[in-house]
T-cell receptor, first 110, second 120 residues
Framework: QKEVEQDPGPLSVPEGAIVSLNCTYSNSAFQYFMWYRQYSRKGPELLMYTYSSGNKEDGRFTAQVDKSSKYISLFIRDSQPSDSATYLCATNTGGFKTIFGAGTRLFVKA | GAVVSQHPSRVICKSGTSVKIECRSLDFQATTMFWYRQFPKQSLMLMATSNEGSKATYEQGVEKDKFLINHASLTLSTLTVTSAHPEDSSFYIC????????????????FGPGTRLTVT
């Protein structure tokens, strides 16, 4: 079993839709949860960063962590074609190593 | 802030030659840098972790003699692919962790734009 599971998609939605991206993880020691966005042939960029359980909102993006079910979510409201990218979830226990999900490819159609 | 650069952005080399990739943190000091490899439509595979002034720690299955990592300063790490072969063709990405103290932000890492290596 992978430490972080993420559906690779692709996920295709119309412009303006609410997008829900999800990951599950197996190690209860994970404390830090990140979402990265990666455009084609580019390095990932940090989108959201959450410590422990709860919600965090930044503009159109909301990150949610439920440690009881080991479930991580990223919601994108009013999705735009420019949101088309691969979204990677990532977790860390607080040590050096960050574990990444496989990434979900998102396409937002105009 | 928190910009990481990589050079070159793409390189094509012949089989048997060596290639060096540079990773620099431009506006912060990075005590730890990471090197990843990414195959098409797959996630990041951590190759090694390097701390400034000490030897890199390689992940299981990664040949340390083939992928030489040097973390010479708080702003520069290099990855040298020695005697490259076509199977080494991949997208190599570095990231850097900012040196902060006592805050949760110390676990964030900032990625470079990646280097596309093609070995012919």
């Amino acid at each position: 079993q992978k430490e972080v599971e993420q559906d690779p998609g692709p996920l295709s939605v119309p412009e303006g839709a609410i997008v829900s991206l999800n990951c599950t993880y197996s190690n209860s020691a994970f404390q830090y949860f990140m979402w990265y966005r990666q455009y084609s042939r580019k390095g990932p960029e940090l989108l959201m960063y959450t410590y422990s359980s709860g919600n965090k909102e930044d503009g159109r993006f909301t990150a949610q962590v439920d440690k009881s079910s080991k479930y991580i979510s990223l919601f994108i409201r009013d999705s735009q074609p420019s949101d088309s990218a691969t979204y990677l979830c990532a977790t860390n226990t607080g040590g050096f190593k960050t574990i990444f999900g496989a990434g979900t490819r998102l396409f937002v159609k105009a | 802030g928190a910009v990481v650069s990589q050079h070159p952005s793409r390189v094509i080399c012949k089989s048997g030659t060596s290639v060096k990739i540079e990773c620099r943190s431009l506006d912060f000091q990075a005590t730890t840098m990471f090197w990843y490899r990414q195959f098409p439509k797959q996630s990041l595979m951590l190759m090694a972790t390097s701390n400034e002034g000490s030897k890199a720690t390689y992940e299981q299955g990664v040949e340390k003699d083939k992928f030489l990592i040097n973390h010479a300063s708080l702003t520069l790490s290099t990855l040298t692919v020695t005697s490259a072969h076509p199977e080494d063709s991949s997208f190599y990405i570095c990231s850097a962790r900012e040196r902060t103290s006592g805050t949760t932000r110390s676990y964030e890492q900032y990625f470079g734009p990646g280097t596309r290596l093609t070995v012919t």
